[in-house]
Each structure stands twice: as structure tokens, then as C-alpha cells.
């Protein structure tokens, strides 16, 4: 079993910076892909940004290239979000995710429990 948990989430302002963290334990393996997910209300979880093992491959949906920046400490077992220039469309619950990638949520078999993300204008 690996269990994922995450933080960082909060209240920021439009135009605002929030990095959020997951810290990963148990079964882990330095050689998982991490991702990470957002659902917000009445909305399907959808993709926001993947890392591979080493941080030698990163993709990011769309919505967030240019503003938001994935990465890796594999010492510590953890994975960053680093969410700058934050707009009102990006509240949501965040999720990290362990495993190979996928845009797809059903690629993943273990998940964190979400920090909430809202941005106000």
C-alpha cells in the first residue's frame, strides 16, 4: 500500500501564489511517476500536471503551462505544485496521484485525500 497526503491548499487571492505538497510513505518506489489532479464541484477530476521518476519528463494540461510548475524531491518522497498567477477557475480540490502516465484519473491506483484550493477575486 502507498499512502499519499497532501497540503498547501488554502484561500489566495486572483493573481496569488500557492505551492502545495504531497508526501508519499509506505510501499513507495523513487522509480513512480506523480501526478496531480483537481475535481471542483459538480466537475470530473481532471489533469493538471504529471512527473516522471527522475523529473526528466513533466507534462502539464493547458490550463496550467506557463503558470504552474511540477516537481520532485526524491529523498523526502514528496511532490510540488507550484501554483503562480492563480485565477478564480482554478478553485478546486487537489489531489496527488502515484503511478505511470496518464491524463486519464482511472490510470492511477492510489490517491491522497485532497487539500481544497480557493481563489477569491
Known amino acids: 500500500q502507498v499512502q499519499l497526503v497532501e497540503s498547501g491548499g488554502g484561500l489566495v487571492q486572483a493573481g496569488g501564489s500557492l505551492r502545495l505538497s504531497c508526501a508519499a510513505s509506505?510501499?513507495?518506489?523513487?522509480?513512480?511517476?506523480m501526478a496531480w489532479f483537481r475535481q471542483a464541484p459538480g466537475q470530473e477530476r481532471e489533469f493538471v500536471a504529471y512527473?516522471?521518476?527522475?523529473?526528466?519528463?513533466?507534462e502539464y494540461a493547458n490550463s496550467g503551462k506557463g503558470r504552474f510548475t511540477i516537481s520532485r524531491d526524491n529523498a523526502k518522497n514528496t511532490v510540488y505544485l507550484q501554483m503562480n498567477s492563480l485565477k478564480r477557475e482554478d478553485t478546486a480540490v487537489y489531489y496527488c496521484?502515484?503511478?505511470?502516465?496518464?491524463?486519464?484519473?482511472?490510470?492511477?491506483?492510489?490517491w491522497g485525500q485532497g487539500t481544497q484550493v480557493t481563489v477569491s477575486s
Open positions: 496521484a502515484t503511478g505511470l502516465y496518464s491524463r486519464d484519473p482511472s490510470g492511477y491506483n492510489y
Open positions: 509506505g510501499r513507495t518506489s523513487s522509480r513512480d511517476g
Open positions: 512527473i516522471n521518476w527522475n523529473g526528466g519528463s513533466i
